[in-house]
């Protein structure tokens, strides 16, 4: 919190309301991201804090550029993938400032609970497809409830692969393996068919989301689990498809063939006070019938 004060603070406030909580988890969660990513950044706790920070402002002029014009930054994949996934530190940099997130932004610290209450405590998994890990956090999370199971991570970034892999070694996960693949490339064939399958905010990322459900659906075992996240009215760099509602997202999984078992939708806090855009995230547990 020190190195938030004195550098950054217009961030102290926000932290400190989500950390008077009380929650016990919040403080669980913020010392197990903090010790083990620290490790992983160059500049130990000041690079997270300096990540975090970049992170918080590239997304408030995003999402204000967003709100006034209607449209995302980037308008294609290939745009995406060349502004971000191809740049080996710009990629890593957000990465770690995602994962602090997870306690820092109340939203997503709400869905970390969802993910750890309401899915982990649901499935009993043997085979876990991860598709985009990008920081690992969620992967690794299930294998340490479930360290019988093995996890087959995909994503096109190699920061992240070396991200997720780098964090694997650090806490003894010895059955997770990641690969810098296209998850449309992936075919049952080679891969199997999995009981679980994690994607967090992928949706939109990509310019055909129905795509992703129906990929997910064929790489499903029958009555297997999904948990997947995606981002609502949420401008990123890297992002390019436009969600409105929930309800979009929860019709494609059911276009897509899947049951919806469980979803939470969360809110971010709102840039101007006058915003008639709330940006959103929903998570859903889905399974294949």
Not at 31 to 58: P, Q
Not at 61 to 81: I, M, P
Not at 89 to 102: C, D, F, W
Not at 199 to 205: A, N, R, S, V
């Amino acid at each position: 919190m020190a190195i938030v004060e004195n550098n950054y603070p217009y961030l102290v406030s926000n932290l400190k309301n989500i950390m008077s909580t009380g929650d016990k988890r919040i403080y669980e969660l913020s010392e197990r991201i903090i010790t083990l990513y620290s490790e992983v950044a160059n500049g130990g706790v000041k690079e997270l804090a300096n990540s975090f920070a970049w992170l918080v402002m590239e997304t408030n002029r995003l999402q204000l550029e967003y709100e006034l014009s209607g449209v995302y930054s980037s308008t294609s994949f290939s745009e995406a993938k060349e502004k971000v996934y191809d740049k080996t530190e710009i990629m890593k940099r957000y990465m770690l400032a995602l994962v602090v997130t997870q306690f820092a932004w109340k939203n997503h610290f709400d869905l970390w609970c969802f993910y750890c209450d309401k899915f982990l405590q649901l499935i009993t998994p043997k085979r876990i497809l991860e598709i985009a890990p990008g920081h690992g956090l969620f992967g690794h999370e299930a294998l340490i409830q479930f360290p019988q199971a093995e996890l087959i991570g995909i994503d096109i970034s190699d920061a992240s692969v070396i991200l997720s892999q780098t964090l694997a070694k650090m806490q003894s996960i010895r059955n997770a393996k990641y690969k810098i693949k296209d998850i449309f490339t992936v075919e049952k064939s080679n891969y199997g068919l999995f009981d679980t399958i994690i994607c967090g905010e992928l949706l939109e990322h990509i310019p055909e989301p129905i795509r992703l459900f129906k990929k997910i659906y064929e790489l499903m075992q029958p009555n297997g689990f999904v948990y997947i996240t995606a981002a609502i009215n949420a401008a990123a760099t890297d992002h390019i498809y436009i969600f409105r509602h929930q309800d979009e997202v929860k019709q494609l999984a059911v276009t897509a063939g899947f049951l919806l078992e469980n979803s939470l939708c969360t809110d971010a806090p709102r840039i101007r006070s006058d915003s008639r855009v709330c940006s959103q995230t929903i998570a859903m547990i889905l399974k294949r019938s």
